[in-house]
């Protein structure tokens, strides 16, 4: 099977531009989480989607949103971006059934708002 | 403040030696898991614990559920090198998908 993809690996952007992160989770999986990793703050839910419903939310400003595809790939985008933005941005993909099961994590978006 | 707490942050010891990751929290948690993140990489899943007092092992890591599952601890015996990465504890809550994780142990075995 084939892993979680993330696409771009890599972005550099500039203070009040937007960013578009894409997620392509594991065949047949249909729960995508995403997660912002920074050296401060450590690893932060951003949000969970289901069967292209958001199931479950964090602390994070309306500038982040999501959404996913009836294939359960998956989209982040983050607008009037900040500095503070600047992080690793990880998705994993579950089969979302189950509160112990396994999540499976892709490589991340490394983003640097300059 | 990080709802689950880890120590120590940073361990840096030599091969050869045993060593003790905590995770802790005020919070009681149905599940928790551990992953070890390197470098470039998203974190993976070591384990998953689900009821109170459980031990579970995997190798030379063993793995421990607080009874009142507020707590964990990961203990590895003697160390390798291949064992340097960043420890991450994660736990769900009963009402909720969401993973929250703790705030990692960074550790360097040192050849």
């Known amino acids: 099977k084939a892993g979680v993809t993330q696409t771009p690996r890599y972005l550099i952007k500039t203070r009040g531009q937007q960013v578009t992160l894409s997620c392509s989770p594991i065949s047949g999986h249909r729960s995508v989480s995403w997660y912002q990793q920074t050296p401060g703050q450590g690893l932060q839910f951003l949000f969970e989607?289901?069967?292209?419903?958001?199931?479950n939310k964090g602390n994070f400003p309306g500038r982040f949103s999501g959404r996913q595809f009836s294939n359960s790939r998956s989209e982040m985008n983050v607008s009037t971006l900040e500095l503070g933005d600047s992080a690793l941005y990880l998705c994993a993909s579950s089969s979302g059934t189950s509160r112990t099961d396994t999540q499976y994590f892709g490589p991340g978006t490394r983003l640097t708002v300059l | 403040t990080q709802l689950l707490e880890q120590s120590p942050q940073f361990l840096s010891i030599q091969e050869g030696e045993n060593l003790t990751v905590y995770c802790n929290s005020s919070?009681?948690?149905?599940?928790l898991q551990w992953y070890r993140q390197e470098p470039g990489e998203g974190p993976v899943l070591l384990v998953t614990?689900?009821?109170?007092?459980e031990v579970k092992k995997l190798k030379r890591l063993t793995f421990q559920f607080g009874d009142a599952r507020k707590d964990s601890s990961l203990h590895i015996t003697a160390a390798q090198p291949g064992d340097t990465g960043l420890y991450l504890c994660a736990g769900r809550m009963d009402s909720s998908y969401k993973l929250i994780f703790g705030s990692g142990t960074r550790l360097l075995v040192r050849p």
């Open positions: 614990v689900v009821t109170g007092g």
């Open positions: 989607y289901f069967s292209e419903t958001q199931r």
């Open positions: 919070s009681v948690f149905s599940s």
